[in-house]
């Protein structure tokens, strides 16, 4: 964003929370996933052990449930950035980003990677 105003260009970051598309899909993860776990070393997976693949896909299902469907929260946030004659630096869509994200980004980085 900073490196863009020397040209003259304003840019908005927009920082979405959860929402329901098919990059959240919890069949979509699941398969890219497995996919991926079939290709690391019989090493590898015992490292990480059999809870961790159930554990990740139950908490995908999970996080798929608590994903919000009304997409419009992001697209007002893209319409705001693009024709407000004062657009803000940073947009934050669902109420999952503006109750965790933003607050942890004013967190040190060492505590913000505890919670």
Known sequence: RLEMRHFGVKVSII?????????TSAE?????FLST??????????GYGENYLKDFLAGAKKMHK?????????????????????????????WDAKLLYIPLSYLPSSLADVI
């Not at 920082?15 to 990059?23: D, H, Q, R, S």
């Open 28 to 32: 979509n993860l699941e398969k890219c």
């Open 66 to 94: 608590r994903c919000n469907s009304n997409l419009s929260l992001v697209t007002g946030c893209m319409e705001h950035a693009l024709t407000s004659r004062y657009p803000r630096a940073r947009y934050s869509a669902g």
């Open 37 to 46: 776990w079939e290709k690391v070393s019989d090493e590898t997976k015992a």
């Open 15 to 23: 920082e979405p929370g959860y929402f329901k598309t098919a990059i």
